[in-house]
């Protein structure tokens, strides 16, 4: 067969106009718009010159390639489809960063929906008709979990307290205190910013004391030192990467120190020759020294850990009964709420981030509000099953080798090699960065494609899945792929096999 030339198989190619006359796309024209149309057709023909230009397209398979009206339609469904999809982790890591970290609660779901469809009183007290403070929504709920000197009119209406929280806002310092301490909270984009509104608020113009084996990098290159640069704070390091001693704090003390800073080590830890002084022993030196002492958690529980199992992971509750003065954490990681920076502790101190310009400047939108308003509800509830990601953590391995092997017998048919293997779950999110979860995986093998050809199949699903690689094989944690979804995942294994 002759060989085209690439200046033939260029003048094959339809103009624009001439797709767009097509029946065919005239019909999709009229119900998606002709410039969505036009942006797909001219995106095809740009790829169809591209492969002439390469070599990629002969007098053999031009007549294949230029069915380019089908090829339009399908550019035109990839172009009007959302970039951001759900997809189904089967990673067995609970909170998962690069897909999204903690699933949020139907509860969540529904709140957000009811305030967000329509006005809300985001910023109106309705009990007096005056503007009212956004934080209060969520400031009796974190006060009812956090504050044991609180009772149960800690879950009065938000207005009643507002006037409370308007003689807190001071700008002046306020030193620890002895005796029971009224505890607030304040909420703003995402733990960094929590930080860095702390450093900024309570350390501005002076040191920061901090060990050396703290000074973490986490992902998106969030880096302590850096950080402290921004929130105008000088960094005092104390201590050695290993070791670092209660008198390394004691002695780095100055009238330049503003405060004292614990910071978890986030996926990470050092073990072998280590010290670090106890929680109780900052507390007391803080106390002593009348420094405060905060404490960046990073994830951040409002649950027992020692329930699944964990140990040594402190809560937020742990802390601050301990004498922390501010605790940050996450909003989206262990407490299974949406993306948010906390910032819990000492009411005199939380009204300064309060008064802070900042706080302005890294605040929530009332879609996070309302999302981590019902999750607060369901601990204040001691519905912890009503949150997905403390859910994932309390099932049960027996629980989910049952599912496993459900899966497994509707696929042993479709070409794939399966077995069900025992296997560890991950919490993630930093949390626990040595506790694993047991669990049971389904690893699978094909003979005609590859592990990694194999996992492309399965991200190219209706709704992706995303699973993960071990010994050569693909394997699947049910503990994070939601019991509705099991029905896609054994559909898509099936495709994937053929």
Do not use: W
Not at 137 to 151: A, I
Not at 195 to 216: C, H, K, Q, Y
Request: proline share 4%.
């Amino acid at each position: 067969m002759p060989v085209t030339s690439k200046a033939d198989l260029y003048r094959k190619l339809p103009s624009v106009d001439e797709l767009l006359r097509s029946p065919e796309l005239a019909a999709l024209a009229s119900e998606e718009g002709q410039t969505a149309v036009t942006d797909a057709a001219r995106a095809v023909l740009c790829y169809l010159r591209d492969e002439i230009s390469r070599g990629n397209v002969n007098e053999g398979t031009d007549r294949r390639l230029f069915g380019t009206v089908d090829a339009v339609a399908r550019q035109l469904r990839q172009n009007l489809r959302y970039s951001l999809r759900p997809v189904i982790n089967a990673t067995g890591v609970i909170l998962h960063t690069n897909l999204g970290r903690a699933p949020l609660s139907a509860s969540a779901l529904d709140h957000i929906q009811a305030t967000a469809a329509t006005y809300s009183n985001l910023e109106l007290d309705l009990f007096n008709g005056e503007r009212g403070k956004r934080d209060v929504h969520l400031d009796r709920l974190f006060r009812k979990l956090l504050d044991e000197h609180v009772g149960t009119a800690a879950l009065a209406c938000p207005g009643e307290h507002a006037a409370a929280v308007d003689r807190m806002e001071t700008a002046q310092p306020v030193a620890p205190q002895s005796g029971p301490t009224e505890i607030s909270t304040i909420l703003v984009n995402n733990n960094a910013a929590a930080v860095l509104l702390a450093l900024n608020t309570l350390a501005e113009g002076g040191e920061v004391i901090v060990s050396r084996g703290e000074l973490v990098e986490i992902g998106g290159s969030f880096r302590i030192p850096d950080v402290m640069s921004k929130s105008n704070a000088t960094l005092r390091e104390v201590g050695t990467t290993n070791r670092t001693r209660l008198d390394d704090y004691e002695h780095a003390i100055n009238e330049k120190t503003r405060l004292l800073l614990r910071v978890h080590r986030s996926n990470f830890q050092i073990t072998g020759f280590t010290e670090q002084p106890a929680i109780g022993e900052l507390a007391a030196l803080a106390g002593k020294r009348r420094i405060p002492l905060m404490e960046d958690l990073g994830s951040g529980a409002l649950f027992n850990l020692r329930s699944v199992g964990v140990n040594g992971e402190p809560g937020v509750l742990d802390r601050l009964h301990a004498g922390v003065d501010v605790v940050s954490y996450s909003g989206d990681k262990l407490l299974g709420g949406p993306q948010a920076g906390i910032l819990s502790g000492r009411s005199g101190l939380i009204a300064r981030m309060r008064a802070n310009c900042l706080f302005r400047a890294l605040r929530v939108d009332k879609l996070t509000y309302a999302a981590l308003e019902a999750t607060l509800l369901a601990y204040v509830k001691r519905d912890y099953d009503a949150v997905p990601a403390l859910r994932m953590m309390h099932l049960s391995k027996d629980e989910i080798g049952k599912r496993a092997e459900a899966v497994a017998e509707k696929i042993r048919s479709s070409g794939l090699e399966v077995e069900i293997t025992e296997g560890a779950s991950l919490i993630g999110g930093g949390a626990a960065p040595s506790a694993v979860l047991p669990t049971f995986l389904l690893a699978l093998r094909c003979e005609r494609l590859r592990p990694d050809q194999l996992c492309a199949r399965l991200r190219a699903a209706t709704t992706p899945i995303i699973a993960r690689v071990e010994e050569d094989r693909v394997v699947l944690d049910l503990r994070t792929v939601f019991p509705q979804q099991d029905e896609a995942v054994v559909k898509a294994l099936r495709q994937a096999g053929k």
